[in-house]
């Protein structure tokens, strides 16, 4: 069992800079996929990021070029650098990780402003 804490959401204008992070109860060296996802309202959960534990990481393809994804196993915590955000990125992120069954955190706003 894991539980996950998000923070560094907030509010933002087009074309600026959020670091998300995602803080881990236990060690994550052993999880193999940790990742992120979104909701925004009226519309499914959707893929952001995943990295495995060996790094080898995976993009939605709306963020591709401008979302990284990282993880320090030492500080049990994973990262998502958002660069030059849009409105449409406007959602509750949250942090995933699987292992015997899928573990979410409870969220964290990103609004951005046009």
């Known amino acids: 069992q894991v539980q996950l804490v998000e923070s560094g959401g907030g509010l933002v204008q087009a074309g600026g800079s959020l670091r998300l992070s995602c803080a881990a109860s236990?060690?994550?060296?052993?999880?193999?996929?940790m990742g992120w996802y979104r909701q925004a309202p009226g519309k499914q959960r959707e893929l952001v990021a995943t990295i495995t534990s060996g790094g080898i990481t995976n993009y939605g393809d709306s963020v591709k070029g401008r979302f990284t994804i990282a993880r320090d196993n030492n500080k049990n915590t994973v990262y998502l650098q958002m660069n030059s955000l849009k409105p449409e990125d406007t959602a509750v992120y949250y942090c995933?990780?699987?292992?015997?069954?899928?573990?979410w955190g409870q969220g964290t706003q990103v609004t951005v402003s046009s």
């Open positions: 995933n990780a699987v292992t015997l069954s899928p573990y």
């Open positions: 236990r060690s994550i060296f052993s999880i193999k996929f």
